[in-house]
């Protein structure tokens, strides 16, 4: 059962409207990183878990995040209202409030559509949507994403707070920004309160492959590192010699029934290209400048000598 106390868990204080800005902290009201999305995950996540500390702690967590979320729209709904009031009342001339609600970002959308209150969009007017929730229902994996998710979300309010120079405005995003650093904690301690805790789920890996690096990107700009190299690791650069790792043909295959093999060997014979037959085709009968050999080899070779020498021409004039 939620009850709502009226009070913000932190202070809003704006100093001036800024319709655009408003726009931009959308962001962290329905974007993928913002305050709904981990409220949404959270609490999903936490009636669903089997652990009755894990279940606390993300339903704690994810009622706290519906308080960030309230707090950021707040801000949004600050930073609207004076636009709102003056779109309503039709309280300028026509071109002065034209540039009031084209103030930047998607803050025409945000004036028109949702008369100033903070939308349940990104900072572009995109919807948010369920996707954004990528649980998986296993607690390794998804603390893992938690984690990750609470370092994406503080680097957005870093960035929001970067291009604010409303004393108020910031001092509320770095309470939100500081509240992602706690709740990371939480989240890596009840990880790691787990043991065995990787890899994530039930089946272990199997271990020819577990301490395998394939280096696949081979030349200059090659580093090494704990994460590539060391007794830890089987590095493999020579990938021919490896190749397929598990011994095989390295070829696809699959045992059919008589009968669908029969239709396979058919459609196989029908459809044979022969490598022989060079044709003449809709792309030699209308090939002009820059086409390329064609299979009408005067028209290709005429047509190669007037490319080289346009070519030639063009840079001499260049020079």
């Known amino acids: 059962m939620f009850m709502h106390n009226k009070r913000l868990q932190y202070t809003v204080r ?3 409207p800024n319709p655009a800005l408003a726009s931009l902290l959308l962001e962290q009201f329905g974007g993928p990183d913002g305050e709904l999305a981990a409220a949404m995950r959270y609490f999903t996540q936490g009636l669903g878990d ?9 339903l704690d967590i994810a009622t706290e995040e519906l308080s960030h979320l309230e707090v950021i729209g707040s801000i949004v709904a600050m930073l609207n209202r004076g636009v709102k009031g003056q ?3 039709a309280a300028l001339e026509e071109a002065d409030l034209y540039m009031a609600v084209n103030a930047g970002g998607d803050s025409h959308t945000q004036s028109i559509l949702y008369g100033g209150g903070p939308a349940l969009t990104n900072s572009s007017g995109v919807p948010w949507t369920a996707a ?11 603390l893992r994403s938690n984690i990750a998710a609470e370092s994406r979300a503080k680097i957005i309010y870093e960035r929001l707070i970067n291009i604010t120079d409303d ?8 309470f939100l920004m500081t509240r992602e650093i706690a709740h990371q904690k939480s989240f890596e301690k009840a990880l790691y309160a787990i043991r065995d805790n990787f890899p994530p789920g039930k089946l272990p890996g199997l271990e020819p492959y577990a301490n395998m690096y394939v280096n696949t990107s081979q030349g200059e700009g090659d580093r090494t590192g704990a994460w590539n190299e060391g007794p830890q690791w089987q590095r493999v650069d020579d990938l021919t010699q490896y190749l397929p790792v598990d011994g095989g043909s390295g070829h696809a295959e699959v045992r059919l029934p008589p009968d669908q093999d029969a239709a396979v060997a058919a459609m196989a014979a029908r459809q044979m290209s022969d490598p022989d037959y060079d044709p003449l085709t809709g792309a030699d009968l209308g090939a002009g400048p820059g086409a390329g050999r064609t299979s009408d080899e005067d028209h290709g070779g005429a047509q190669d000598m007037a490319d080289a020498r346009q070519m030639a021409q063009a840079h001499e004039g260049v020079k």
């Open 50 to 58: 089997e652990d009755p500390g894990r279940r606390d702690l993300l």
């Open 167 to 174: 004393p108020g405005i910031k001092e509320a995003l770095g």
């Open 14 to 16: 704006v100093a001036e």
């Open 132 to 142: 954004y929730i990528d649980s998986r229902g296993d607690p390794t994996c998804d």
């Open 87 to 89: 779109l309503s009342e």
